[in-house]
């Protein structure tokens, strides 16, 4: 019996697209790019701008480990094209801390020790500036709420929302 | 995942236009979800075509004193809206129900209606599934179905809709408007999704060569007495086992108007005349909400691992129901079903 | 000054890792860096027909595709592919050896192109037609092919007949699903060409375990192949083996002759190890005062067809209760399925779940409190080797923890305890798990300034070793903390175990004090170099090395600076390599200790759950870092919680693949599922264990949780799942 395991749909072998130029703003920055279409956010900052800082944990939008702040709102950097990015102010993990001070959150992650390994670090911190931000989240359940789209497999939950209570407290 | 091109419409008609010319194109706005499906190989567009820049960004109110929200009005925005968050507070529930904060914080209004089903044969190309490749079979039916749906399925596709906001928008009878080559027209909620019978591959009546422009809400927001309760595998972060909006107009005990629908249970929201119908009149009381809650389940059938749902649903009916009448919505963040 | 050891320290690593500083495997962009993305087989079992690699090639930017049909030449004897984990019996998976399939998810080719987008889009060009087998991957279908491996523990007595003529008996069958590891970062490695040379960055907790496998499958000199893995962003027993991908980018980089990196999918990685599905059968036996007669655990794993992983799951009643009649067994079932691995606490994560659930359900036969029950069973020797342990405060766990949880307002009948709508359970479980130590040598460079580098080829893999070799290396030295550089994660330093079996802590932090020591004799025979020196005469254990000084312990005043005495001796530096001293020692048991006690709310109607309070109770020897330890078993806990409500991955035996192979609907625990998490230790001194009484952290915060949230949901619900996980239509009959 044989059976066709090709994983592309339809087969197509399709010509490779032109790259193209986008210019966007990254930790105040302007940088200008070359990218293909289906280079994303995450890719871009990661291989193109080693900006490592920001972390591929599932590439789907499962686990928020490449959050970052666009026009200060956090997003899934893995789930949006970098060309579709044109001329936005992109902030990562690497553009929080200003003339070598912590950001209060980096701050407060460290004092309640709001991570172990430390790969979705980047993600929940810029999720948590984010959060700061929305001016949602006032009890530790609406923290625990609006942060859950930031998967924390060694489980520093409880620390991270304690980390989050005390930057907002000083912000 | 095929190498596509990427243009940018500059307007609607630009954007029809660029469709038209590249059958094999798809529009892309928020992306959370077909940047997601090109990833795993089930969605192979040649061409998207970015629209995330048209003005289609206003929530209004209209005259005749509902509201018109731009297609690309972000979900976030749209929960948070002051005018959605006192009218529609059913709305803005479900809306904050579904995905993350960072994913609502890129998902547009439109994209979220076109999503597509999270069924795990779906998303997994090396198996059978009559949805992504019509005629191939459906591998639910008989497989890993704890997800699927138990109403309105056919022998091709037991499929559900995720949306959690879809849910709400069935309950307030929103109208879906499109705009496609031959002009613009507007879709009831209740037509815009489809059930699978032997065409699963279309999940909507939306045309693929149209562009939805806007979602309008009719003046009745429902308030005062609505809830959205949604029951998951854990408590953030995941697609609905379940889940229920309802809406009531009481006059003392007495239920003026009421309406239903069902999310993760079915191809599209599921709704019931019937249902809402027997509750007209009705005392707000449990013996009402379970005639409600059986005529909404009528017909409703289980494939083995998700035979659970029929029970689950009908008290989750009931429960989200009174905590309608009762005026006590289920929170968001606290987790407690009261 | 202050001792470090057991005072809550801060990460040393902490800034780097908030300011993304910290670079994982998959992100070291070297130039000319080669990006590797593997095809995966879409079928369990077969052979690979036809592979047409001609499209990926046709595309720009693609450098090469290496199959089975092309790859570089590579050993054909076993013996080059075993690494120190694999298991004894069978034959390790070789990546790109042959055209079999053995499992789905098998990597059948690797496109290599210019850039990360490229060779996405180029393996999808590659197709390849299989030739099916028939396949299984159903262990309850399965389970009568059960054969059983060596028994971890000795029967005692004639566990059988006590069982059938105990007065109150409890027998039942648990079941664990297969469980992925999912740590947040995808695996992935970087291989670097340098004149001849390898400098391999990879996704490990064992750089030297990945090194020697390297050179054993590539033929290479030990001094030809550098693993580095300064930061790893998760194992859990993941790494503990060297992943495909490591053999791939360096099967890239030989067939390149350039740097190449491989990074997974997170789909790809549910075809590396997972904890093994489970079937766990108890029988206990207690006569009417409560104390057991018989204890019998039989376990059924699932392991692949070509090699034979087996964890012990059933020896741990031994080490918890007395029972004068015992019996174990343990079996395998063959599945066409990649080989099952290590996953924390492994064997005793499921093992003990059984058990405590088992004992929870014969002190409700009993009508006894499950912590009495507990108490009255309570072994002071290990049952099995008849060993005294070299500390035990288990008692004192049950009774602080009880008394944190308020467990003595617990009304025993099920479903007796209520919150409006909800209805509460609380339930608790013990969890043991071994205190052992492995040989690792420490290097400690020491430079005339009172700085200090030391060195060892552990990984922290988020478990603080970076950190708490500081605080200990600081100790011992007598330096600020902040004088100590702490390297790790690169094979060329000196020799140490895999990070894993919670023997890190242990093993490196006794060496450090013996390098130390060999440091302060080193200063000490300086510091008599000096005119006139105080120390004539005094030997290494009167001095020890205080605030920058070397002091006598029986004169405070007879002092001399770290950097006098150094240039007294005109030496720059002092460098020493001491190992530890692994007992010999077999008479006593070793074993880290818990008592979890856990609150659940259960909505009377719908059956969600929810764990509202949990307090763990740990007895680990003594705790270096409270702030680190507390994070560890708070994690495992969590992991427990997770393991209890939400973990399990789900195949579908027609296919034989994973159908939620994605974390979307592999559910772990998000924030919103995770409330109070209370951790006690224990004081528990124990000077015999190892010199410094340390046990290790790493797997107790798991064992046991499980347990106790099943028992919480029986206590709530009065319904018994012995299934895991307890989703809520196990809870509920809806229809």
Redesign the interface.
Known sequence: ????????PT?R??T?PEKISVTLSVNRKPVRLL??P??TLL?AL??HL???????????G??G?CTVLVEGRRINSCLTLAVMQEGAEIT???G??RDGE?HPL??A???H?A????????GQ?CSAAGLIAEGRAKTAAE???L???????????????AAIQQAMERS | ???FQYTRANDVADAIKQIATDPSAKFIAGGTNLIDLIKY?VAAPTRLIDISRLPLRNVEETATGGVLIGALVPNTDLAYHPVIEQRYPLLSRSILAGASQQLRNMASTGGNLVQRT?C??F??V??PCNKREPGSGC?AI???NR?NAILGTSDSCIATHPSDMCVALAVLEAIVHVVGPAGARNIAFADFHRLPGNTPQRDTNLEPDEIITAIELPPKGFSANYSYLK?R???????A?VSVAAALELEGDTIKEARLALGGVAHKPWRSSAAEAALLGQRADRAAFTKAADWLLHGAK?YGHN??????A???I??TLSQAARGTPQSI?D???? | MASYIGTAT??V????????????A??F?VPGLVHGYV?D???PK?RI?RIDTS?AL????VIDVLTHQNRPQMPDKDAAYKDEVAPENGSPYRPLYDDRILFTGQPVALVLAE????A??A??????????EPHVTDLQAERSRAFTVDAPEKPRGDAEQAFASAPVRHAAEYSIPTEH??????FASTAIWEDGRLTVYDKTQGVQNVQKYLCGVFKMKPDEVRVMSP??????GAGLRPQYQVMLAVLGACALKRPVRV?L??AQMYALGYRPASIERLALGANEGGTLESMQHEAIAVTSQFEEFARNDTGWGNLLYKSPNAKFSHKLVKLDLPTSCDMRAPGAATGVYALECAMDELAIALKTDPVQLRLQCYSDRHQGEDLPYTSKQLRECYRQGAAEFGWEKRNPEPRSMRD???LVGWGMASGVWEALQMPATVRIVLTANGHAEVATAASD????TYTIMAQVAADMLGLPIDNISVKLGDSTLPQCPLEGGSWIASSVCNAIANTARAVRGDLLELAKQAKDSPFAGVGVDDVGLVDGKIVSKRDASCAMPIASAMLSGKAERITREETNNVAEDKSHARNVHSAIFAEV?V?E????I?VTRVVKAVAAGRILNP??A???V??????GIGMA??EET?Y?H??G?V???????Y????????H??KVIFVDEPDAIVNPLGIKGLGEIGIVGVAAAIANAVYHATGKRVRDLPI???KV????
């Open positions: 019996m044989t059976h066709s395991g090709t994983a592309a087969g072998v399709a490779m990218v293909a289906w280079t890719d990661r291989d080693d900006l490592t800082g920001t972390k591929k944990g599932c590439d789907h499962q686990c480990a990562t993990i690497e929080l801390a912590l980096q701050q992650f460290i004092d020790d991570f172990q390994c430390g790969y979705c670090t980047s911190i923290i625990r709420e942060m859950s789209g930031n998967i924390c497999r060694c489980g520093a939950y409880p620390n991270i929302v | 995942m095929i190498p190989d999270r795990f044969y998303y997994d090396a198996t591998s008989d497989g890993i997800i029951i595998d854990r408590l953030s972060y995941a697609f086992l289980g035979d659970f749902k029929i029970g689950l009908r008290r989750a009931i429960r963040s987790k407690k079903i009261r | 801060s990460r690593d902490g800034r780097a890792k908030v300011t993304g500083e910290a670079k994982y998959g992100e962009n095809v087989s879409t079928i077969g027909a499209g046709g595309m720009a930017g850039d990360w987008e490229t996405r889009v393996a999808s060009q590659v197709k390849i037609e299989y030739e099916k590891h999912n740590p947040m970062e995808l930061y790893m962003g998760g194992g859990f990074m999918t997170r409006g709508s909800e893999i988020g478990t603080g709310k909505d109607e719908l059956g969600v929810r702030k680190t507390h994070s560890q708070m994690g495992g806990v969590v992991w409500l939400h789900l579908d027609r296919f693949r159908m939620n192979a994605n974390i979307a609907e559910h772990v625990p998000v924030n919103a599922d995770i109070d998490i989703t809520l239509d509920i009959q809806f229809n």
